[in-house]
């Protein structure tokens, strides 16, 4: 081999491992420039939260730069206590929380929804026609409800203190008694009911005028002005996820199923099905701005119904309470 040939074939042979050498490191790089984002779920895993298990499970987190882990809730976790420690990045939450949160001081903010309406709601026996219709019914209220929409349904329709029982989130009472009404969930109470062959009606309460948004996702005030594109991408991530969803759960109630070992096949078609029935997704303002989006006006009526209801101080300055930035221009359309 003439020192030529020698030389040409030396340099061929370091070109092949730099460049090799820059696509490891480049490979590298990529690998670890995923953002590590936490999410706090509001509940035990279900289908509420089936967005943003699909955006896991589909990659569509991957896709916008980010690596999230959801950790799962429940009845003995405080959201909004572990958001402001810092030891989640973003939560599932709810209207009434965060705007009680602002009256106390912390630094909360709501970023973009899941839900065009709250899916909280009054199953009834099969004689009631109306929400309007429980004047002479025990109410089952549990306690959640007594410090959020309880005060709202009786301004509205003229219900009393009188009428209301607490409700253990047992449906034995419900069962045994033509005479009582209770709280539910399309998803959950309607279910056992239904698998219990209890004939009953079910009365959204945003059907009946109750503002607030739900399975909203919350924020640290300091991560939306030091993190803006975090979260945008999160937000339009999430609310691809909840279209991805709708058009084909598998993916995520893979890992629904996994975190909640009790939810099962059946359950998830069930919530599944509501969520399209009731358009709490791709319904109202998301049918025309797309999954997600939220409005002042909305959040305005939210504030207005906790003051009349004196669930909140006025002038409570409830525009600390959200921001539409990241929604209002997503059109992340059904």
């Known amino acids: 081999m003439d020192k030529r040939t020698f030389m040409m074939r030396t340099l061929r042979a370091t070109g092949a491992l730099f460049g090799a050498a820059v696509l490891q490191l480049a490979a590298a790089a990529g690998a670890h420039a995923d953002d590590k984002v936490t999410l706090l779920s509001n509940w035990y895993a279900q289908a509420e939260h089936g967005g943003f298990y699909q955006a896991v499970a589909t990659g569509i987190y991957k896709k916008y730069g980010m690596d999230v882990t959801i950790k799962m809730g429940g009845p003995q976790v405080n959201n909004m206590q572990i958001l402001v420690a810092g030891q989640a990045d973003f939560s599932m939450g709810y209207d009434f929380t965060v705007l009680k949160g602002i009256e106390q001081g912390l630094p909360l903010v709501t970023v973009g929804t899941s839900f065009q309406s709250d899916l909280q709601g009054m199953m009834t026996h099969d004689d009631v026609t109306s929400l309007g219709g429980l004047k002479n019914k025990t109410i089952l209220v549990a306690g959640s409800g007594q410090a959020s929409w309880w005060p709202w349904l009786k301004a509205k329709y003229g219900y009393t203190d009188a009428q209301s029982k607490a409700y253990t989130f047992n449906l034995q009472p419900f069962f045994a008694d033509p005479n009582i009404a209770q709280q539910a969930y399309p998803s959950s109470e309607l279910f ?26 919350i ?8 993190k803006p594109d975090l979260v945008q991408r999160f937000v339009k991530a999430t609310a691809e996820g909840w279209k991805s969803y709708l058009q084909d759960p598998a993916p ?29 997704v791709t319904g109202g303002d998301a ?22 209801t004196g669930l909140l101080k006025a002038g409570t300055d409830y525009r600390k309470a959200y921001t539409t930035q990241f929604v209002k221009d997503m059109k992340v359309m059904p």
């Open 192 to 217: 056992q009911a239904e698998k219990a062959g209890a004939k009953s009606k079910f009365f959204l309460f945003a059907d009946g005028g109750y503002p607030p948004y739900g399975t909203t996702i």
């Open 219 to 226: 924020t640290l005030q300091k991560t939306v002005a030091a």
């Open 252 to 280: 995520a109630n893979a890992l629904i199923k996994q975190d909640n070992k009790s939810m099962g096949d059946e359950q998830l078609a069930y919530a599944v099905a509501k969520l399209k029935e009731l358009k709490v």
């Open 287 to 308: 049918a025309k701005y797309g999954i997600g989006v939220m409005t002042d006006e909305r959040w305005k009526q939210t504030y207005d119904v906790m003051v009349s």
